[in-house]
Each structure stands twice: as C-alpha cells, then as structure tokens.
C-alpha cells in the first residue's frame, strides 16, 4: 500500500500543488491549487494512483468504473485496468451531466464512481445521479485528492489517496481579492 506521504510526494514532484490565487469549479476561491493533471500526465503516476485507488474496492463485483470528463477520464481508465471492467465517462451536455458517444449502463451493474480531486463533490454527485437513474447501482466514491476537509457525504463508501487541508473561501469574503490579486481559472471548466 503507498502511504500519504508518498502520494503527496508524487504530487509534489510533478508540480501538481499550485500557490496563488485560484477559481475553482465550485466558485469558491483559494491561495492553493491541485492540478491532478501535472500528476497523470505521467503513465507511471496514473497507473501506481489508480492501482492504489483501486486496492478498495477488489473483490466489491464492480462492473463499470466511471469519472465526469475530463479530471476523471484517466483516473476511470487507470482505476478500470486495475479492476479488469468496462471504463466510462461522463459530460455535459446542454449543463446537465450526462452519457454520451453511445455509452451505456444496465439495470443492476456495480459502478464504482472516481474523479481526481474533490472540493465540494458536485460532479460526482452528479455521476452517481446519472448512474441512479439508469437503473445502474453506485457503490461507492474513490478520489485521488480530497480536499473537502471530510465534510462530503455521498451516502455510498468514499475513499481517497490524500486528504489535503486546502483553506477555500466565498468569493465576496475571499482575503486574496482583498489584496488585489487577480484570481485564475486553472481547471478544466469556465466558470
């Protein structure tokens, strides 16, 4: 099993933890950052996270793993390949969260559910709505960041590689807009 210190290393020594001031996908700000992506970029980063991640939930009969594009599409794969199932993903479409490209899911089948870094939870929250209604069973959350401070409940078992204490704040009481730093959108999604 890989401890937290040498994921958070991993992270470290791919410059994937940003400082400076930051709008995240859930419209909150912050003076810290996680871009998992500097971390995946990396083949035998993602395979060694996703090998971890997937550690949880062997032997769970997991049929399909399934992240929301983009954060969660390698993190699915990687996670996927180590479980030996079916790997999707999901977009919006129109703002609503959503299968495309002519994927499916069938009444019954075990999904486990995985995104990169979690701060609020939305998207995947969202996934697991879009699983739930198609008939499909979400059993369970992996992430490889957790940057909620534990405070997500996702009503089904949640896992993650690295817990990060990553101060976030409303944008009308952010103290970096205070000062006059200008906020950046590093993420994949415009807000």
């Not at 995104?115 to 490889?144: F, M, Q």
Request: net charge negative; charged share 25%; aromatic share 4%.
């Amino acid at each position: 099993m890989i401890t937290t210190e040498e994921v958070l290393k991993i992270f470290e020594e791919s410059g994937a933890l940003l400082k400076g001031h930051f709008r995240l996908t859930s419209g909150r700000h912050s003076n810290r950052y996680m871009q998992c992506a500097k971390v995946l970029q990396y083949p035998q980063h993602a395979g060694r996270l996703g090998e971890e991640l997937a550690q949880a939930w062997k032997n769970q009969g997991i049929d399909v793993v399934i992240g929301p594009a983009m954060g969660g599409i390698i993190v699915a794969h990687e996670v996927g390949r180590a479980l030996g199932t079916k790997v999707l993903f999901t977009e919006r479409e129109n703002g609503a969260m959503t299968l495309r490209r002519g994927f499916e899911l069938s009444p019954g089948q075990k999904v486990l559910v995985v995104e990169d870094v979690i701060t609020t939870g939305g998207s995947v929250k969202e996934v697991i709505e879009v699983v739930r209604k198609l008939g499909a069973e979400p059993v369970g959350v992996g992430v490889l960041v957790d940057r909620s401070g534990g405070t997500i409940d996702f009503g089904i078992p949640h896992v993650s590689l690295l817990k990060l204490e990553i101060e976030s704040f409303d944008p009308e009481a952010c103290p970096l807009c205070e000062e006059g730093i200008p906020a950046i959108k590093p993420g994949s999604r415009s807000i």
